[in-house]
């Protein structure tokens, strides 16, 4: 064993407040109240919060931290956190290192300067956060770091982790409803469960420095393809040079320390864009954790003079990133739920959460498309490098087999345990998996869970998860309504798996998802094709929708409305900063550069014209400078005057951006892309994609 994979035990974790710090720092009576409020949802008394945070305080301290925060989530996509020191003044000049139950539970940071989608006024202040004890609190910078929901004094969440906890109680409570029925009576909790791969970009921060369009919208405006970008396909798995296996291990140990499951790194498909992927854990502290991962991989990049980019198309013509969210259920006896099996026809209870998936997604696809909605993921969706915007679900041949025998009521012969026959003698064989894979599909089976594939890569994971849950918990309480009422439990299991499968058959496709015959085949089936995030977010406000969320506790209709507001603020912030900031580079860089290479042209010109030289190539350039400037000049007025009509109202006004602004800017882009192309190096003012893709 080497002394690296000595050391890794050692220091995974060791920044992390766990449960097994929990059982050797607190009281037996303390421990138990906490993982009974944990486990069963008991209410944890004071008395114990305040043992609780005791020990939380001196293991700090032990470890360094001068102050502690609660970190939360709320609705603009990234943490937030205010931080306070421990100290306490005794007198005399004096102080101790103070830290009491009720810091711990309860914080009350401003919540008017966060949105709210209206559910507030600016001088309502007053917001909560209260702790999570479900998620384990950590040391980073110095400082306890302790996971907590936001709501408003009206009770109403503010933030992306508490319905996403509450989405993860209902499809348990739901869940263990069927797998009663099933005769299984030790299961007490049914855990959401996911894994998101996350896809990044790392370019130098020194030509990042230099991109007015990157520092300020997080991706590029204006940027030829480079004469060299992903057709080799060698990038993709290729060897990790020097400089980026550093960050990789540096990023890792930074990782592992706050208890991040880092598992796997590797080049992706563009050149400078990599991926890590975690090990699958809860819903819950995988979305705290990939929030911390995003922070700590910007920090990282940052000290080996990288700057690493999560918006979903940073560089045009070559991949963007996304964020692949597994998504599965498992109880707490160690059972995955999704698992089909080695003979998945006669696992009726895996056919029958299979059934309530199918139905689900089929039922409530506008749910889920509009949960990854953002302007930055509109440059993804269904460009031929990410799944289209329409839901499907890929299920592979064998599973996809015995969903049609169902539905037929024919017999099918499953193959088994399938070995891949190498034809190398001493090579031994190889197990295959019941599906192969499907990069094409938004929602592709995996041998025991699904791949919500449409997620961007900068985007929080909780609301995708949340509705995800949701809409899980949904069918499986009709399911369970039903068959809890029967009285031929098997007849009645077959017909219903059976009538559900062949209801919503529809939502399977195991095709070519990039393909434009699936577009068609996808309106004749009825599916949703909701291309742009000003067609999805309004998904949100779907009387069935909701209706879901309301049943099952996770949104009120309120809460609903408030972040539709907030979504549709923040595509149409989005747009308008990326519009404002490419009028900026227009005028104050582009159009001055590409003016005084035309004026040294006009000089060159006219020197040879002076010395009796034929002048060609400058007479051509200059001609082609003059046209191409024309008409970046004439769209950049029309993109100023367009900018002065947007509409007030926040509809009108997403559509406005998506229908007028972004149509403005494609031309604008398209005439500054040319000039770059015959502009001198030396004029041209910042740098290009050839230089930024290739500077590892």
């Known amino acids: 064993m080497s002394k690296k994979s000595k050391k890794l035990p050692e220091i995974f974790g060791n920044m992390v407040f ?6 050797e720092r607190l009281s037996a009576t303390t421990y138990k109240a906490w993982k009974k409020c944990v486990t069963d949802g008991a209410h944890l008394e004071l ?39 421990f100290i306490d003044p005794v007198g005399g000049g004096r102080i101790m290192m103070d830290f009491s139950g009720k810091e711990l539970v309860r914080g009350e940071p401003d919540a008017s300067s966060f949105p709210s989608g209206g559910l ?34 009206s009770g109403h969440s503010l933030d992306k982790k508490t319905p996403l906890l509450k989405s993860m109680d209902e499809v348990s409570k739901q869940a263990i409803r069927i797998l009663r029925l099933f005769g299984d009576t030790d299961t007490k909790r049914v855990m959401a469960q996911c ?33 060299r970008g992903q057709e080799l396909e060698d990038h993709y798995f290729g060897q990790l040079k020097p400089r980026v296996s550093d960050y990789m291990k540096d990023l890792d140990d930074e990782l592992w320390r706050v208890g991040v499951l880092s598992k796997t790194k590797h080049n992706e498909v563009a050149p400078s864009q990599h991926e890590m992927a975690p090990v699958y854990s809860n819903a819950n502290q995988a979305s705290d954790q990939n929030q911390l991962t995003m922070e700590l991989m910007k920090k990282v990049a940052d000290r080996h003079g990288f700057v690493c980019l999560l918006h979903e198309k940073p560089f045009a013509g070559v991949n963007g990133s996304g964020k692949h969210d597994n998504w599965s259920l498992g109880t707490d006896t160690g059972k995955n739920l999704l698992s089909p099996g080695s003979t998945p026809s006669q696992n009726a209870q895996f056919l029958l ?19 990854v909605a953002s302007a930055g993921n509109d440059h993804r969706l269904g460009a031929q490098e990410a799944p289209p915007a329409i839901l499907s679900i890929f299920l592979g041949d064998e599973l996809d087999g015995v969903v049609r025998a169902i539905i037929e009521e024919k017999s099918f012969q499953e193959t088994g345990d399938r070995t891949l026959e190498i034809g190398i003698d001493m090579m031994p064989t190889i197990p295959l998996d019941n599906t192969d894979r499907n990069r094409t599909s938004p929602m592709a089976f995996t041998g025991n869970k699904f791949e919500f594939r449409m997620l961007g890569s900068s985007q929080s994971i909780s609301d995708p998860n949340t509705a ?40 399977i ?22 291309v742009s995030t000003a067609d999805a977010l309004p998904c949100y406000l779907m009387p069935k929708n909701v209706e879901l969320y309301e049943k099952n506790g996770v949104f009120t209709e309120e809460e609903l409305q408030a972040r539709y507001n907030i979504f549709v603020e923040t595509y149409c912030a989005q747009i308008a900063i990326e519009a404002h900031t490419m009028d900026d580079m227009i005028r104050r860089m582009i159009l001055p550069s590409v003016s005084a290479y035309a004026a040294e042209l006009c000089r060159r010109s006219g020197d040879l014209k002076a ?46 951006y998506h229908d007028v602004i972004l149509a403005d800017m494609a031309s604008a882009r398209d005439a500054a892309d040319q000039l770059e192309s015959i502009t001198d190096e030396k004029y041209w003012p910042f740098p290009i994609y050839s230089e930024m893709l290739f500077s590892e």
């Open 18 to 23: 766990d449960e097994v710090t929990m059982k």
């Open 47 to 85: 008395s114990a919060a305040n043992g609780i945070a005791e020990a939380m305080k001196q293991w700090a301290v032990e470890k360094g931290a001068t102050h502690y925060t609660h970190w939360f989530q709320p609705m603009t996509g990234v943490t937030a956190e205010k931080h306070d020191s």
């Open 120 to 153: 507030r006024a600016t001088f309502e202040a007053r917001g909560y956060t209260a702790w999570d004890p479900t998620s384990f609190a950590f040391i980073k910078d110095q400082s306890l770091y302790i996971p907590t929901i936001f709501m408003s004094y």
């Open 195 to 227: 894994g998101p791969e996350q896809e990044y970009f790392l370019i130098d921060k020194k030509l990042f420095a230099q991109r007015e369009d990157l520092r300020l919208t997080g991706r590029t405006l204006f940027g030829n393809k480079p004469p």
């Open 353 to 371: 959460f299979l059934a309530a998936f199918i139905k689900g997604v089929d039922e409530y696809q506008e749910a889920l498309r509009c949960t």
């Open 468 to 507: 995800l849950n949701t809409i899980m918990a949904e069918e499986l309480r009709q399911f369970a309504d039903q068959l809890e009422e029967s009285s031929n439990f098997q007849k009645d299991l077959h017909e219903l798996i059976k009538k559900t499968l062949t209801d919503h058959q529809r939502i």
């Open 509 to 530: 496709f195991n095709g070519n998802g990039y393909d434009q015959a699936w577009v068609e085949e996808a309106e004749r089936r009825g599916l949703a094709n909701l």
């Open 611 to 656: 010395a009796g030289v034929p002048v060609v190539y400058e007479a051509k350039t200059c001609e082609r400078l003059a046209v191409l400037t024309d008409a970046l000049l004439d769209a950049t007025e029309k993109l100023e005057a367009h900018l002065d009509e947007v509409p007030e109202e926040e509809t009108a006004a997403m559509n406005y």
